[in-house]
């Protein structure tokens, strides 16, 4: 079983919709949650971090659920610019390995 | 201004020779990652450092080497025992438990 799992998509949505993405995580004993980002070619950026009580960075808003072992982005609003692959990212102290999501793949038209 | 930086940004391998790809951060960092990602994949963990002068496998270290002599620096040897090296390496450094990891822009490896 993988670490952390994502829905692959695509998905594609118009400008000014909303789309949320879901991950989840098999190891229970995970600390650290995060939401990158990664565009075509490049090096993955870190969007937000996830805290148990949920966050939100203006159009974002990440939400965590350790007892079902998922964590959540939503994205209102969608720009053009939101296109990209986001990548879901756990933490566990044991030996501080990060363990990576395939991402999943967003494209927002028109 | 702080950040990772990696070189060369592309580098072609030769059959039977040994690359190394270079990863420095002064972010301060003790932790830092060795990743591979290939087309439409995933990251792969190839190798990490929690503090100088030691290092541990991750889950795709055959064919790969690094050291870890300084904290600032964490080079990667792709060896020729590794038979299929095209693709896209990432370095990325943490500065503890519980941090975010940062990212160099990556080297992309070809074979010639």
């Known amino acids: 079983r993988k670490e952390v799992e994502q829905d692959p998509g695509p998905f594609n949505v118009p400008e000014g919709a909303t789309v949320a993405f879901n991950c989840t995580y098999s190891?229970?004993?995970?600390?650290?949650f995060f939401w990158y980002r990664q565009d075509c070619r490049k090096e993955p950026k870190l969007l937000m971090s996830v805290y148990s009580s949920g966050n939100e960075d203006g159009r974002f808003t990440a939400q965590l659920n350790r007892a079902s072992q998922y964590i959540s982005l939503l994205i209102r609003d969608s720009k053009l610019s939101d296109s990209a692959t986001y990548l879901c990212?756990?933490?566990?102290?044991?030996?501080?390995?990060?363990?990576f999501g395939t991402g999943t793949s967003l494209t927002v038209i028109p | 201004d702080g950040g990772i930086t990696q070189s060369p940004k592309y580098l072609f391998r030769k059959e039977g020779q040994n690359v190394t790809l270079s990863c420095e951060q002064n972010l301060n960092h003790d932790a830092m990652y060795w990743y591979r990602q290939d087309p439409g994949q995933g990251l792969r963990l190839i190798y990490y450092?929690?503090?100088?002068?030691?290092?541990q496998k991750g889950d795709i270290a055959e064919g790969y080497s690094v050291s870890r002599e300084k904290k600032e620096s964490f080079p990667l040897t792709v060896t020729s025992a590794q038979k299929n090296p095209t693709a896209f390496y990432l370095c990325a450094s943490s500065a503890g438990y519980n941090q975010p990891q940062h990212f160099g822009d990556g080297t992309r490896l070809s074979i010639l």
């Open positions: 190891n229970s004993a995970s600390q650290s």
């Open positions: 450092s929690q503090i100088v002068n030691d290092f």
């Open positions: 990212v756990v933490n566990t102290y044991t030996g501080n390995q990060f363990y």
